[in-house]
């Protein structure tokens, strides 16, 4: 089992910074990638940014340039840097780590961009 802990989300102005942290626990040693998702309100899930044990890394087209995900092979953690954000950035963002057949979830932290 692997379990993840989201922590950094909160109420941020348009043209702000925001950087989530995601620190994993238990048989991380399985874990072949890690990344964000975001549920926008209304919306489905979809991808952020992912990162894999290799050292590649995906964007959505959406925060290319804007967003950047790295990570802390030692502290077990991943982050996603956040600029530049824009009201339709908001959402909960969900940690997720996928292991060979198996998929896991954070609970999710709620990044809101308003003015």
């Known amino acids: 089992q692997v379990q993840l802990a989201e922590s950094g989300g909160g109420l941020v102005q348009p043209g702000g910074s925001l950087r989530l942290s995601c620190a994993a626990s238990?048989?991380?040693?399985?874990?072949?990638?890690m990344g964000w998702y975001r549920q926008p309100p209304g919306k489905e899930r979809e991808l952020v940014a992912i990162?894999?044990?290799?050292?590649?890394?995906k964007y959505a087209d959406s925060v290319k340039g804007r967003f950047t995900i790295s990570r802390d092979v030692a502290k077990n953690t991943v982050f996603l840097q956040m600029s530049s954000l824009k009201p339709e950035d908001t959402a909960v963002y969900y940690c997720?780590?996928?292991?060979?057949?198996?998929?896991?979830w954070g609970k999710g932290t709620l990044v809101t961009v308003s003015s």
């Open positions: 997720n780590a996928n292991a060979p057949g198996d998929i896991y």
């Open positions: 238990g048989s991380i040693f399985r874990i072949k990638v």
């Open positions: 990162i894999t044990s290799g050292g590649t890394i």
